[in-house]
């Protein structure tokens, strides 16, 4: 046990979360399954925070405290209702078009939990991203991903993809924003339209919010943004 009583958890949120894991999808091959499912044990002497970073990974989602409440996020798109322009600017931009070349990715490889083989921890086919590669000058780049949560190859091969095209939106967008941004959370993708770059409701995935104010005094919400799309 974690040791939450329920007004910690957020239920709406996780009743949302769930309902996008048990969507059927279509496989290559026929037939349908559950988007995300979770799978496995773990020990009580890991640390609840490594077992929660785990089981992250079955869903592509992110867990985190905001409005004083736990939240879950899984990975899907969710079209953006907040729009922000340069109206709600509070301060400066600080723009990052790329990460880190040691950070960047085409390539996703990794371990799961086979059902299909004696739950004997095995490799899901690798996903290469061949025009990714073309754009890195040919160097393949590998993440390893493993997914100690998850039994399914098909599952995990669309884990493993999901995570490989968001990684190649790269885009991130830090600045004050005035409170129009105060109720947006982490998870949530925003339409962001600035003119000064061409952009005509971009849309972000925000990864980061905090509350403070301003030199002058006045409230602010810093959002640090990524930038995301419904086919990433």
């Given at each position: 046990s974690y040791g939450l009583s329920d007004s910690d958890i957020d239920d709406t949120a996780f009743a949302a979360a769930a309902n996008i894991c048990d969507e059927n999808v279509a496989l290559s091959g026929g037939g349908t399954q559950k988007r995300y499912t979770i799978n496995g044990i773990t020990r009580s002497d890991i640390n609840y925070g490594d077992v929660l970073d785990d089981m992250m990974t079955a869903c592509a989602g992110t867990l985190f405290w905001g409005?004083?409440?736990?939240?879950?996020?899984?990975?899907?798109?969710?079209?953006?209702?907040?729009?922000?322009?340069?109206?709600?600017?509070?301060?400066?931009?600080?723009?990052?078009?790329?990460?880190?070349?040691?950070?960047?990715?085409?390539?996703?490889q990794g371990t799961f939990n086979d059902k299909d083989n004696r739950w004997i921890v095995t490799d899901y086919p690798q996903i290469r991203g061949a025009t990714f590669v073309s754009e890195d000058g040919g160097q393949e780049q590998t993440l390893d991903l493993a997914l100690p949560f998850t039994t399914d190859s098909a599952e995990?091969?669309?884990?493993?993809?999901?995570?490989?095209?968001?990684?190649?939106?790269?885009?991130?967008?830090?600045?004050?924003?005035?409170?129009?941004?105060?109720?947006?959370?982490?998870?949530?993708?925003?339409?962001?339209?600035?003119?000064?770059?061409?952009?005509?409701?971009?849309?972000?995935e925000v990864t980061g919010w905090s509350f403070g104010a301003s030199e002058a005094g006045a409230l602010t919400v810093s959002?640090?943004?990524?930038?995301?799309?419904?086919?990433a």
């Open positions: 409005a004083g409440n736990w939240k879950l996020t899984v990975g899907d798109y969710v079209a953006p209702t907040k729009r922000l322009t340069l109206d709600d600017l509070r301060g400066p931009i600080s723009l990052t078009t790329r990460v880190n070349l040691r950070d960047q990715f085409n390539t996703v995990a091969q669309r884990l493993a993809k999901l995570t490989l095209y968001r990684g190649r939106e790269q885009m991130t967008f830090t600045a004050d924003f005035g409170l129009n941004a105060f109720d947006v959370e982490v998870g949530e993708i925003v339409a962001l339209t600035n003119e000064r770059y061409g952009w005509v409701e971009k849309e972000f959002l640090t943004l990524r930038e995301t799309s419904e086919s």
